[in-house]
């Protein structure tokens, strides 16, 4: 079945710097990919779903300029988290659309 | 919008069933779905069952859908301490392209 490796799993940044989070399809082309932030102890929720060579169209609250998406090729989606502070800490998981949905394991995101 | 509700905590004894239930809204779902996450750990699909069906059944899982009501349940039989977790329910959006997590439900599984 599909894959999808994200990576770092874990990261430690200082407030202020930005952190680039990555998710790959590992054997199959993905055109729509999810990015979900899961704070501790709450549900996933949905920042923003985009398409290749598309922009990427994010929910209701979430900040296009400090949580860029870029899904500049059907293999390889990042997050890039911008000026991070301590409450962007958070469990972010990604994931692909096609056929069904296929997540990645997760990063732990923890700005001190 | 789309909404999907669980109940927070469910606590059961080992060798015991665990029922969880979830409401949705959105009615036009193709399928409805059930994930468990564990301590710390990313998302296992467990389950899915199509719209148009009432029941599936998969070993330790069953799962029932009333279309009507817009019920979902998970029954987990002969709960094991291994199944303690958080369990969360899923509708995709109405693109299709994502999915909406209800809460999620923890199940706490004693010995």
Redesign the interface.
């Known amino acids: 079945g599909a894959v999808v490796s994200q990576h770092p799993s874990r990261v430690i940044c200082k407030s202020g710097t930005s952190v680039k989070i990555e998710c790959r399809s590992l054997d199959f082309q993905a055109t729509t990919m999810f990015w979900y932030r899961q704070f501790p102890k709450q549900s996933l929720m949905l920042m923003a779903t985009s398409n290749e060579g598309s922009k990427a169209t994010y929910e209701q609250g979430v900040e296009k300029d400090k949580f860029l998406i870029n899904h500049a090729s059907l293999t390889l989606s990042t997050l890039t988290v911008t000026s991070a502070h301590p409450e962007d800490s958070s469990f972010y998981i990604c994931g692909y659309y096609e056929d069904g949905y296929t997540f990645g394991s997760g990063t732990r995101l923890t700005v001190v | 919008g789309e909404d999907v509700e669980q109940s927070l905590f469910l606590s059961v004894r080992e060798g015991d069933s665990s029922v969880i239930n979830c409401t949705y809204t959105d009615s036009s779902s193709t399928y409805l779905?059930w994930y468990k996450q564990e301590p710390?750990?990313?998302?296992q699909?467990l389950t899915y069952i199509f719209s148009n069906m009432d029941m599936k059944q998969d070993q330790r899982l069953t799962v029932l859908l009333n279309k009507k009501d817009k019920h979902l349940s998970l029954r987990i039989a002969d709960t094991q301490t291994g199944d303690s977790a958080i369990y969360?329910c899923?509708d995709?959006?109405q693109?299709?392209?994502?999915?909406?997590?209800?809460?999620?439900t923890t199940l706490s599984v004693s010995s």
């Not at chain 2, 693109?95 to 999620?104: E, Y």
């Open positions: 779905y710390g750990a990313g998302l699909l969360f899923a995709p959006n693109a299709g392209t994502a999915l909406i997590f209800g809460k999620g």
